[in-house]
């Protein structure tokens, strides 16, 4: 039987062991957890979710939508699992962070076809193999991919967001909406704290004077040149936005766009949203609040949050380092490295930013790698597709500027629209448009 190792047991290498193994190959899965902590994950589980437990949206006119119903198309085992642990989160996907990592180790760890191993892997193995050792790569790996690639690796710093426990939360001040009455119509999924103007600034400028945690030295000497502070446009800390303009934040994640407070009947300065992060409902994530303050400033800046003045955390906000590679220059857009036909990258690593990035980018390479054992032609996806044109945009993207992507319709090729029409109607022809691509593409390669 045809075999492939796999290193990392995040989203991307689940999806990659899974759809690779349902084709008849077998697998070893590595996963250095929790034999090897990376400061950043909780558990021992594959396919943990560090930061927010939403996986994006579900409608079929966002961008999410459209990749997660690509997803449907390729039978992902993940978004299977995601939808069974499902919460209230109006139209965005969110799931019980621990009830979708032990159902995708379940399935992962029975499967007669997948071998996870529990250890560290320092080294490239010179068979095939699939590097899904996502943003938390240990150096040894790091070190060992820097030396095959000859090329530096990028790096970023990102923020994993505050939880804290619903009992804690003031619901005479907060109260449930999902905006535009979105989600369901007697509560709403999310738990809003609103600001008055003064609150606002108020909270602002204890932002803008709290004590952040100052990067640990071996994070910064990880690799020459890393500059601390550099961070994903995608996932900037709150006291970063802060720093930008006092009212960065009413226009960012604190946007109080679609609601209305009870009390007063008024649409609030800012808000500051959270969301369901557990099936009981007895923990909730301050949705977009990623902060690198250190704990006992984030315990009394935050319960300057009108709501949460006696808020008690879960778990505080904390920062981690990020690593992705030069996907334009080392990358095939069938995610094969571009000197070794039977090395392949999947997840952050590549640059596909993401939960449902992480896991598309997995399932591909997962079937590509198969395909390459069975000795059939590999998968290159339509660029019409969301699929196809993340895969093209992070292996043809310009190395000057290149970040982390995430789905979005501005990757897509434009539409030939022969009549004006508003965003909603676009985005639902680019989505009518990806559907049909992909359909047509799977029926002629047979898979």
Known sequence: MNEITIIGGGLAGSEAAWQAAQRGIKVRLYEMRPTTPTGAHLSGDLAELVCSNSLGSNLSDRASGVLKNELRQLNSMLLECAEANALPAGAALAVDREGFAHQVTQKIESHPNIQVIREEQSEIPQTPVIIASGPLT??????????????????????????????????????????????????????????????????????QNAERIELRSFEEAIHEGVKAGHFFEGCLPIEVIAGRGIDSLAFGPMRPVGLRDPRSGKRPYGVVQLRQDNLAGSLYNLVGFQTNLKFSEQKRVLRLIPGLENAEFERFGQMHRNTFISSPKLLRPTLQHIQRADLFFAGQITGVEGYMGNIASGLLAGINAA?????????????????????????????????????????????????????????????????????????????
Do not use: W
Not at 150 to 173: C, K, Q, R, T, Y
Not at 405 to 413: E, V, Y
Not at 415 to 439: F, I, S
């Open 138 to 207: 240990s150096p040894a790996l790091s070190q060992s991919i820097a030396q095959l690639s000859g090329e530096e690796h990028l790096f970023f710093f990102d923020a994993i967001a505050p939880i804290v426990h619903a009992e804690s939360i003031n619901m005479e001040i907060a109260f449930r909406a999902s905006r535009y009455g979105k989600g369901d119509q007697d509560e709403g999924d999310y738990i809003n704290c609103p600001f008055t103007k003064d609150e606002y600034y108020a909270f602002v400028n204890a932002l």
């Open 371 to 447: 395909r390459l054992l069975n000795g059939k032609t590999l998968l290159t996806l339509p660029i019409e597709t969301m699929l196809g044109s993340l895969c093209h945009y992070i292996t043809h993207a310009d190395l000057k500027d290149f970040q982390p992507m995430k789905a979005n319709f501005g990757i897509l090729p434009t539409l030939p629209l022969e009549k004006k029409c508003g965003k909603r109607e676009r985005a639902q022809l680019y989505a009518e448009r990806a559907a049909n691509r992909l359909k047509i593409y799977l029926d002629e390669n047979h898979d």
